[in-house]
């Protein structure tokens, strides 16, 4: 009886018996990958707790402070917590800093001079970040302050080519930037022990290097962060894996109390620093929010490897591989046809909670070179911790998605997106009943 009930909802909600069935079986396959993140998210879940115990995060954190913000308790405290959780000197986490984009082109101007040189030793940075340096050009780029940019490419393998690594190294060099997400690239995302290896690597040899790693949707994968392997700054926005789905804005910055404190003289003002910054009412979902990160990331990682699975029986491409461990929130999927990808990311959007009637179309979007289809129902504009899609509508027609607030939600965005193929005829039913 139950398992028919439970059925029967999901046929209110557009799935049939046999995709529904495919989705039973494929996780009922995955209990022990289930387990091994269920188990992640217990000891990050303790590592958050035990952090706002040891800073006594109180109610009072939660107050609205407005103005110049000076004794901004919570905002202070939170800030304390991050480090904390990070294991890092000091943090600053704010929702003046506007998303991932800012808070990594804040980081290396506030800790750049002109003269410096930036190097990226995992190939080509994330799209935005090319006209934060200046590799296109771009109003109030790194390169019109006379920072000069280098970048080591990866090898065949996707991993780092460390010849080439040392050859790059300069007395110019002041600051490296290691990207742990592949972002939309086809690169592996990087465990935190493989980017401990390459700091360590550039450590031995200029140990006055400062190490900075794009952390955007690596929080809370695994049990350690890029800062207990070396790290001087890990950089990621809130509304992405930290802010638990509730920040409604913001990014962080965590590292060492030098660099953390140059971050906050940029982004203020010399002299000012981290003293204002009014938190404008938004503490409590910062608090809340990543208090339940560990839990919400948990639920995305299981959402990434259910769609590996049934894509990969179904016989297309995934990146990551259905058994590959795991190191980001991303599942790459390659569907092959443009029909395929735009059923796909329809079936995402009908899935969700919020505008689920409302059809994505493909459109030019500015910054990319073909048109992109993209499917995001969010509580929060734009939130890719929530249940999201797009697909660039070109070769290899790959589509990226992320997030899911609840396991169940990113199952049922999953089975929607298969069941959009099937009734747009992009998969043959018969294709999923062979796998029953
Ligand atoms: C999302 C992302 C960014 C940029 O963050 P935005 O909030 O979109 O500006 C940078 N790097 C990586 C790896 C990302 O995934």
Known sequence: MESTTTQSIYGQLGISRQVWELGQKTEEKLKDRFCEFDRTAEYNQMKVIHAMQENRVSEAC?????????????????????????HTEAALVRPQITCGTHALALALAANLRPGDELLSPVGKPYDTLEEVIGIRPSKGSLAEYGITYRQVDLLEDGYFDYPAIEAALNERTKLVTIQRSKGYQTRPSYSVEKIGELIAFIKERRPDVICMVDNCYGEFVETIEPSDVGADMVVGSLIKNPGGGLAPIGGYIAGRADLIENCAYRLTSPGLGKEVGASLGVMQSFYQGFFLAPTVVCGALKGAVFAANIYEQLGFSVVPNGSESRHDIIQAVTLGTPEGVIAFCQGIQAAAPVDSYVTPEPWAMPGYDSDVIMAAGAFVQGSSIELSADGPIKPPYAVYFQGGLTWYHAKLGILKSLQNMIDAGVIAMSEVEKLL
Do not use: K, Q, W
Request: aromatic share 24%; proline share 0%.
């Open 62 to 86: 939660f107050n609205y402070v407005s103005g110049y913000g000076y004794n901004d308790m919570g905002r202070d405290t939170l800030e304390e917590v991050y480090a904390s959780v990070f």
